[in-house]
């Protein structure tokens, strides 16, 4: 099958700029995570979404960051704009939902985009 | 709060020799354990996971993790690792309450593998 796609891999911006992320989960995946991976750290989870509704973004830095999920298949992630602090790699997965029995065969992830903000 | 606290950040052993990466985790409610392992330059895979049964799950890559409940941890061990282990691994714990879940990652403990 298919894994998750993400594009772009890297992308340098300068600070203040906007940049903008895309990924397309895994077929029948209802359920689609962006997380933030800041260099010598765990992965930080910003937002998640349930078929193309928001369950989770209380860590989504919504003045600047924001998610969008037309039509309950792809994903996109902006931010505007950015700062030093946002370099990582933003990764996306996803996963049957909650409640179902794949839900825990796991989440599935992209190869991340890396951003470096100068 | 859910949390996870991977205890050592660096893990260097030789190659051949056992390794035990170290996970432990805080939740008031019912929780499934994961190990992803990350080489450079790619994304998260799936080493291995704990939802319910045996206490002890396996990779088939000769990785292995025990849950303890009473002790909250899930350590990764494997007897005799190779130079291509070396690579950063996440303890993770999925958070599912109802309709909804999440995985909430640990900082990560890189392993190197010396020749």
């Known amino acids: 099958e298919a894994g998750v796609a993400q594009s772009p891999r890297y992308k340098i911006i300068e600070k203040r700029q906007s940049v903008a992320f895309w990924c397309n989960p895994i077929?029948?995946?209802?359920?689609l995570y962006w997380y933030q991976q800041i260099l010598g750290q765990g992965p930080k989870l910003l937002i998640q979404?349930?078929?193309?509704?928001?369950?989770?973004d209380s860590q989504l830095p919504k003045d600047r960051f924001s998610a969008e999920r037309l039509k309950g298949v792809d994903s996109t992630l902006k931010i505007q704009p950015a700062k030093l602090e946002d370099s990582a790699v933003y990764l996306c997965?996803?996963?049957?939902?909650?409640?179902?029995?794949?839900?825990?065969?796991?989440?599935?992830f992209g190869s991340g985009t890396r951003l470096t903000v100068v | 709060a859910q949390s996870v606290t991977q205890l050592d950040s660096q893990v260097p052993v030789f190659e051949e020799a056992p390794v035990e990466l170290r996970c432990n985790y805080s939740?008031?409610?019912?929780?499934?354990l994961f190990w992803y392992v990350q080489y450079p330059n790619q994304g998260l895979q799936l080493l291995l996971k704990?939802?319910?049964?045996?206490?002890l799950v396996k990779s088939i890559n000769g990785f292995e993790a025990e849950f303890n409940k009473s002790q909250t941890s899930f350590h990764l061990r494997k007897p005799s690792v190779h130079i291509s282990d070396t690579a950063e691994y996440f303890c993770?714990?999925?958070?599912?309450?109802?309709?909804?879940?999440?995985?909430?990652f640990g900082q990560g403990t890189t392993l190197q593998v010396k020749p």
């Open positions: 704990y939802l319910s049964g045996s206490t």
């Open positions: 997965a996803s996963s049957f939902s909650p409640g179902t029995g794949g839900f825990h065969d796991g989440y599935t």
């Open positions: 993770a714990v999925s958070v599912y309450s109802g309709n909804t879940g999440k995985l909430i």
């Open positions: 077929s029948g995946h209802a359920t």
């Open positions: 979404f349930q078929n193309n509704g928001v369950v989770d």
């Open positions: 939740s008031s409610v019912s929780v499934y």
